[in-house]
Structure formats: C-alpha cells, structure tokens
C-alpha cells in the first residue's frame, strides 16, 4: 500500500466530515500545530462514544501535533443545545464531580501528555457587559439562527441560555488561540456550528486564520448510536462498563462493519487492517476481525491485563469451565444472567422448582435424568442431592445451568 500523508490517512480512515479553513491539510501534514478537543461533564463518566473522537485526538497527537482537552465546567452550566429539548440543568457540585471523573479518564487515556484545561477557569472573572461589548457585537442574530442545531429548536422553542451556547464556546475557541496557540478544533459532527462560529471570532476579532474539521457520527449496522445497546451506553469507567462488557459488545460486532471500525478506533497500520479483514474474510466464523477490534479499544481504555481478563472470563463461561474464575469474575461475567438467593440448603428438585428454573417437579425431574442440570459445570441427576454452601465457589455462588443456554447466578448471602 502507498504511504500516505496524515490527511490522506485521516481521509481513509473516514475521520473527515466538514472542513474550516483554508491550507488545513498543510498544517496536519507538514506542521506540529495546537489543536483542541471538549466535552460537557453531563455524567461522572465517558463513553464509548466519545471514545470515537478522542481516539482521533490521540492518533492527531500521535502525528505530532499537540491536544488541549477542554472539560466545559462554564459551558456545562447551560447545557449544548438538544435536537429536542433543552437540557436538564445539574447542580455546581455534580458538575464538579464530573469533571474530576472525566479529566481523570482523559489524563489517563493520553498517558499525561494532553494540556487539560476547564473553559470555566477564564469564564469566571468575565462581566457580562465585558463579554457581550468584547465578543457578542462581532456575532450577528441572523447567522446564529442560520445554524442547523438552532434552526431545528426554533418551533420547538429554545431558552436564551441555550441560543447563547454557540457565542461561549466560540469564545472558547478565541481565547485558546489568544493564549496557547491554539489553531484548531477537532469534534465530532454535531459540533460544527460551535467550530466555525470561534473560526469567525479569530477572523473578526484577531484577524487571523484558524481551523476546524468534524468527524461523522459512528453508526452500528442498523444505524444506531455506536456503543448503545438497549438504550444503555457503554462507558469508560470500569465501574459502570467491565471490560468483559466492552469485550462482549465488540466481539459481536456486525462483520459489515468490523473493518470501518479498525480504521476509526485503532492505531493499526493500514497494512495492519487490510491483513486482519484479509485473515477474516478468508475465515469469518473465528471473529479475527472482531477480537482485534476488541482487543486495540480494550487495551487502549483499560490496559492489556484487563483486555486478557475479559477474554478469559467470557472463554470460561463459553465453555462452561469455571475453573480459575474468582467470584468477582464471575459476577462481571453473569451481571446480565438471572439471579436468586440460595437457601442455607435445600434439595436439588426443591431448589430448581421454587426458583422456576423448572416449571414443575415433573420438568425437573425430565431434566435432571436427561443430564441437562448442572451446577459449576458438574451434572446432577439426583433430585435429593443437598445443595449448600460446600458446593459454592468461594463458598458464595453456583452457576446453575438448564439446557444448553439458560442460566442461572445462585448467590449465597
């Protein structure tokens, strides 16, 4: 494959929507240039999401450039506005929190080499009759009204807060190129309004040049949010998103869409992706494409020991061998999987019937004689067998199994 230049690397990858500014390929390609990225705290954690946008940051960085990241403690007061509504306002301390939670995940994810800054830090001090007389005078009515994000809220109604969003975090974008060289912003699509509006304050107020490209939104097969199952987002924290959970999501990636997603989340070489999608089409059903994916974000977010630990719990419970698993393990592994508390003992049919893992004594019985109960991947047969604590691993929970595919998370207290 020929070598590419950074932009035509960026291109490739499908990381370019619109683009501000003219000469901007020079820059990414033949420049160590500043750039920014930001983000709202509106929850205590990232997600995978923005994971799709800071990892375009990260390969920018990568090339040699060098990334603000901006936490918006000024701009999270008002809220983006919505398609749909506005949002909810938090309280100082949340907003707080949040910020300590992301700017945490952000320092980690960048190995401490990113400039993290917090746009409230130069909003505080700023009168308001100051700002509206220094920044609002070079901003028309009328070209804020022609954006897209407030033209869709103007039937619905949108509050004066939120139609000033755009001037705040225009003004961002100004002072970071007034005081730390900053002479571009990277967001993802819904951002382009807010990055032209500061390329046009610079212009106006500096007059200077500055730039601005957005990444397109990244969909899942049936064109929903990527990352988002069942209404739920997959999240950078640990805590809130396990690596088993993350490890589960991609393993099962649609494989019409596993190789864009090579290009947009790992740093794999081009040849590196073309020989992974080369090795998967030749054979689909070993997911080399989908372990490789998962194997690159994992690693990225959590490190490779947590990328190993997911691949070993979802191995042990594919197989059925829980051999190995501690029961931390396991409850990461089954969060999903139907739990019930365990008596102190009680007899296997008892315990299969009054949990309705069986509908009736005469299902149980069928299964039990068939082979299809087992209990920490060891079969049982006999309907009296005294179930306790003895049998738990850790002395603290059973994976009960029916059949081939339902399960159960016995949990002693």
Known sequence: ?????????????????????????????????????GTDPTADSL????YSSLVTAKRLMKMGHKPILLCGGATGRIGDPRPTAEREIMSIETLEQNIKGISKQIDKLFEGKAQLVNNYDWFKGYEYLDFLRDIGKYINVNYMLAKDIIDRRLETGITYAEFSYMLIQGYDFLN??????CIMQVEGSDQWGNITTGIDLIRKIEGKEAYGFTMPLILDAQGNKFGKSEGNALWLDIDKTSSYELYQYLINTDDKMVEHY???????TPEEIMDVVKQHE???????????????????IHGEEEYNKAVKISEALFSGNLEGLSVKEIMVGMKMVPSIKLPQEAKLIDLLVDNEICTSRREAREMLSSGAITINN???????QVIDKSLAIEGKVLVIRKGKKKQYLGIYE
């Open 47 to 50: 997600h995978i999401g923005h």
């Open 262 to 268: 090579l290009k947009v989340f790992t740093f794999l």
């Open 282 to 300: 030749e054979a689909p059903h070993l997911r080399i494409a989908q372990k490789t994916l998962a194997k690159c974000i994992i690693s990225d």
């Open 176 to 181: 970071m190129y007034r005081n730390m060289n």
């Open 378 to 384: 060891q079969k049982y047969s006999d309907e009296n």
């Open 1 to 37: 494959m020929k070598k590419m230049s950074n932009w035509e690397e960026l291109q490739w990858r499908g990381l370019i929507k619109d683009v501000a500014g003219e000469g901007i390929e020079d820059k990414i390609n033949n420049e160590s240039i500043t750039f920014y990225w």
